[in-house]
């Protein structure tokens, strides 16, 4: 089985920075995409940041400048360096692993468990 674990969030004031860090452990052969996704009290789950094998990048609009995502291939491990906080940006942040090849065969998407970022003074 695929398992992905989240790391780095917490209580941080307005204007600072976070990273958070998601590793794919299991039986791997290779990973596709990853991405970064956020979930508000009371709203639906969005993407925040993707990330292709090959490094391409894609943001939603309300991070671009402040949020920079990466990924170590040789660690099925994906990063999200959060810049100049906001309140709005407080959510439980959730890592995806999508077109995961396993060693016994099969493909499929991933998902973490999620970790908390909570932006307030």
């Known amino acids: 089985q695929v398992q992905l674990v989240e790391s780095g969030g917490g209580l941080v004031q307005p204007g600072g920075s976070l990273r958070l860090s998601c590793a794919a452990s299991?039986?791997?052969?290779?990973?596709?995409?990853m991405g970064w996704y956020r979930q508000a009290p009371g709203k639906q789950r969005e993407l925040v940041a993707h990330?292709?094998?090959?490094?391409?990048?894609t943001y939603t609009n309300s991070v671009e400048g402040r949020f920079t995502i990466s990924r170590d291939n040789a660690k099925n491990t994906v990063y999200l360096q959060m810049n100049s906080l906001k309140p709005e940006d407080t959510a439980v942040y959730y890592c995806?692993?999508?077109?995961?090849?396993?060693?016994?065969?099969?493909?499929?998407?991933?998902w973490g468990k999620g970790t908390l970022v909570t932006v307030s003074s």
């Open positions: 995806k692993a999508e077109n995961v090849r396993v060693v016994a065969g099969g493909i499929g998407d991933y």
């Open positions: 299991g039986s791997i052969f290779s990973i596709g995409a």
């Open positions: 990330i292709y094998n090959g490094g391409t990048t």
